[in-house]
């Protein structure tokens, strides 16, 4: 038993924020149909790899636990397979720049209008309304008007963006726990909902803290680096043989550091006495630091402090990543048979539930592999899914797969 049996998603999201939402979603037991043009999510032509060119990483990166159907909703029988799915769904999800639902009569009021207890949840780059609401949102552009870049980054090269796609993955987390809400609070109402979820919402509401810096004081933080604005030891320093993270968050952590490394006399040093202290005198700090740090390497040092309770850890790569024996133990790295991968390797879900856990049911699904099986199911007959076809309403049957795909 899941925690989602039984409930049905329609996602008509393509790229990464509506289909991550709608992932997490299916991990954890939700029916989704993933509603694709006739040529697919562009997601899967976005590989490193030309023989992965349709079935990319990028795709299987956020689809798994889906069914595919290829219909062409510019198409008025196309929108009418929308339809009636939704009519016996519970969610609906989608991306489309506002106004663009509506128009294709796929809105949250002409759906709701035919289930009221269907959730729908209209993901956007700036919001369904307001002076920006008809733009393009990417996560490179949420990123930067979030003000999240303007505080990543080092000195010499000014604002950076994270290396993920973290404005669209926040957003894709923000819309899961919006639905769940609307959900919970159907089962009071007896009523759906409409949610929505902006991408520059959800990376200007990360901010906690650094939003805290500048109220307090109205000026604006610059960019952070690798040290924490506001405590000390608490960033990247260097060992015999590289870098690593050193993360002494409190008073206690930061005389144990002292222990550790042979001078208990620092933790009664007037200039850091207390976080506040080390802040403002960090430069000197480092100093102290970074010369004490050279008798061992970064392995050393990772072992060394974390068993005396001070908290730090290597910088890895992604390769060490996979390799690491926590990261491993966690099932953070799965992989699933797949007929065009062999097998797929796929990320683990990062919440585990003791009673009703996460499951890995579908691999990433071929394009419109569950077209037919899913229109059966809606209530069309074997002629009238072979009348669509050949009209070009949905989908050819997807490409043929491999015979013979390796066991799990």
């Given at each position: ?16 924020a ?5 992932q ?13 043009a ?20 990028f ?8 069914r595919?159907?290829?219909?062409d ?51 956007t ?6 002076p ?13 008007m979030?003000g ?5 980054g ?15 993955l ?61 405590s ?7 060992a ?15 005389e ?33 630091l970074?010369e ?23 910088i ?20 699933m ?29 071929l ?8 229109l059966?199911e ?13 009209s ?9 797969a ?7």
């Open positions: 038993m899941r925690p989602l049996d039984g409930f049905r998603v329609v996602d008509l999201t393509r790229f990464l509506g289909p991550y939402c709608t997490e979603l299916g991990d954890f037991g939700a029916d989704v149909i993933k509603i694709e006739r040529d697919g999510d562009p997601s899967r032509y976005q590989s490193l790899r030309p023989d992965l060119v349709g079935d990319s990483y795709f299987a990166a956020a689809n798994r636990n889906k595919s159907v290829a219909v909703v510019r198409t008025e029988a196309g929108r009418e397979i929308i339809r009636r799915l939704a009519r016996r769904a519970d969610v609906v999800v989608e991306n489309f720049r506002p106004g663009v639902a509506d128009r294709l009569g796929l809105g949250s009021e002409t759906l709701r209008a035919d289930n009221p207890r269907l959730v729908y949840c209209s993901v780059g700036f919001g369904n309304t307001g920006y609401s008809q733009r393009p949102g990417f996560d490179q552009v949420g990123q930067g979030s999240f870049m303007s505080i990543t080092q000195e010499p090269t000014g604002p950076t963006r994270a290396g993920i796609a973290l404005a669209d926040t957003c894709a987390m923000t819309a899961c726990r919006g639905i769940l809400f609307a959900l919970l609070a159907r089962e009071r109402t007896g009523k759906g909902q409409e949610v929505r979820v902006a991408i520059l919402d959800s990376m200007v509401a990360l901010l906690t803290w650094s939003a805290g810096m500048y109220f307090e004081t109205g000026a604006p933080p610059g960019v952070a680096g690798n040290h924490h604005p506001l000390a030891p608490f960033g990247v320093y260097q015999k043989d590289g870098p690593f993270n050193l993360a002494a968050g409190n008073e206690r952590m930061w144990r550091l002292c222990e550790t490394l042979g001078r208990p006399e620092l933790a009664s040093d007037p200039r850091f006495r207390t976080t506040n202290d080390r802040v403002a005198h960090r430069p000197e700090l480092d100093a102290i970074t004490a740090f050279q008798a061992r390497t970064r392995a050393e040092w990772v072992a060394y402090l974390n068993e005396r309770g001070v908290a730090c850890g290597p890895y790569n992604l390769a060490e990543v996979f390799e690491d024996p926590q990261v491993r133990h966690q099932r953070m790295l799965v992989e048979p797949h007929p065009v991968h062999g097998r797929v390797k796929l990320l683990g879900m990062p919440i585990k539930l003791s009673g009703t856990p996460g499951e890995f049911r579908l691999p990433p699904p394009l419109g592999e569950h077209t037919d099986e899913v059966r809606a209530g069309y007959t074997a002629e009238a899914i072979a009348e669509m076809r050949a070009g309403v949905v989908g050819p049957l997807p490409h043929a491999a015979e013979d795909s390796p066991a799990t």
